[in-house]
């Protein structure tokens, strides 16, 4: 397989042509792409064809299948999918919209072994807006200015699947909730495999940060969350029917942007945990 790789952020998140995914890639392509994919933090694969079987190996052989506390989004019959869409059968929602609506956040940091990766399959998109926006936690950490990273340094953060918008509007029931207590991560996370520390941050499912009194927490968090959003930070992606987006939690946030509520969104998202031994944020 000879793939090409385009960067198409600012220093981050690359479109990578020439591999289909639904053949059967081997061992040496799959390698190839998680080293690429990790090194751009961000991996777009435009064109893509795949049975939610084929979607589901793939996941399965970049890393241990992730399955979403929320039940009620899983793909019928399919657990280890579950559905972003703003469409409904008979009044009820197909899917979670972005499980962190339009804010900036990381996926299940609110857990104590967040999963690593994140994948977005494009189905339906609208013509207008629904971009999914990358920001690289990387180049935000290396630029902080000094007063801010002295701060953020040794750092730990609460936070809580209850502080999502979505948990307002579809409440976890009361086992999915003692599944997913509030945990603490560190505001500085150092990558599992690269040479690389990011700013760990999510600013919709943050609580406090430990050992300062909520009103200086959160000045030094909003402060954050302001600095990770500039501009030159960030690559927003405009969905392609066919497209596959994988992105690295440890070293990226994302947020949707809003779109027509007439248009149609129908993505179908997998993920992948880290191996145990690595899977606890450092
Ligand atoms: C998600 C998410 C954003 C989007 O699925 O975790 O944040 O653009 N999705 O749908
Ligand atoms: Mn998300």
Redesign the pocket.
Known sequence: MTITVREVGPGFAAEITGIDLSSAPTDADIEQLRNVWMENKVAILPNQSLSDEDLIDFTKRMGPLFVHVRSMFHSPNHPEIMIVSNLKEDGRALGAL???DLGW???QCYTAKPCWA?LLYGIEVPADGGNTNFADLCAAYEALPDDLRAEVEGKRVVYSVLAETVSKKSPLSAEQRARTPDVTQPLVRKHPYLDRKALYVSPNHYVRIEGMSQADSDRLFRRLADWIGQEKFVYSHDWRVGDIVLWDNTSVV???DAFPSTQRRFLKRTGFHLPDELSVPV
């Open positions: 972005g499980d962190g956040h990381t996926d994140t994302h947020r949707r």
